[in-house]
């Protein structure tokens, strides 16, 4: 594959593990570059497991660049505009659009990008979705190329984007949808954009992880642990969405490689 080099802003919570999960669903054939917001840590220390891995989001280097992925954040449940660094996340989004470099947008990554892109209005859920899931492939799309249909792969948030918005966009189509009807991939009709709302970069205790820390939170009430997920014989975690992640970023970083041979 052609040398190409991908921007991560790891906006999730706990940062080391995010940046650990994309490094394996990626793989080593590619550079990786990963950014915290500038914004968001500006008047606090951060740790030097982040600050000697990762660094402060910095416009000017975004060009430079072969694609791009936003995160998820735990910021759900917040308006867009009441997220202390998004008016850092709409300049990204803002260039990113302009550049037309690949573009993958994850869980809340790929909710803001939606919002400040098309307009489409995000809703909170009555419950939180959380577990592993089948998903049906609706239309075909290269990144879902050797995935077989109804694929299982990892939910867990607590927001969804409005369906009939998407819908009724020109601009936009919905690729995949899980078992229980929430989107699962949503992609650009004429951008190089893809919005992913399953976390298949996660690794097989990642879903185990998030439940604990929300036991562990005074701000989760009553949290559950994720569905479908852990083994009927010894009540591990089980791994079913390995393939899928392997497969699903392979797909994505062909798409990166195949853009950058136009541009070249």
Known sequence: MEHIKIGILNLMSNKVETMRNFQIALGNQVELKFYYSATRYVDRKLDSSITNNMSP?????????????ITGSPV???????????????????????????????????????????DIDKKILPHKVFGIFQ??????????????????????????MDHEQLANSPNLTIKAVSENGLLTLVEANQKHQTFIFSHL???????????????????????????????????????AWQQTQSKFYRNWLQTVAEHKLTTC
């Open 57 to 69: 989001l910095d416009l000017t280097e975004i060009s430079n660049l072969d694609g791009f992925i």
């Open 76 to 118: 759900e449940k917040l308006d867009f505009p009441q997220v202390s660094y998004s008016d850092e996340i709409n300049e990204l989004i803002d260039l990113l659009d302009q550049l037309n470099i690949p573009q993958l947008y994850v869980c809340w990554g790929a909710m803001v990008a939606l919002n400040r892109l098309y």
């Open 135 to 160: 998903n049906q492939i609706l239309t075909e799309t290269p990144m879902l190329n050797n995935i077989s249909d109804n694929f299982p792969a990892p939910h867990a948030r607590y927001a969804e």
């Open 201 to 239: 970069e996660y690794q097989r205790n990642g879903l185990d992880e998030e439940y604990h820390r929300e036991l562990n939170s005074p701000k989760v009430k009553n949290p559950r642990p994720a569905a479908n997920y852990y083994s009927p014989l010894d009540q591990r975690p089980t791994f």
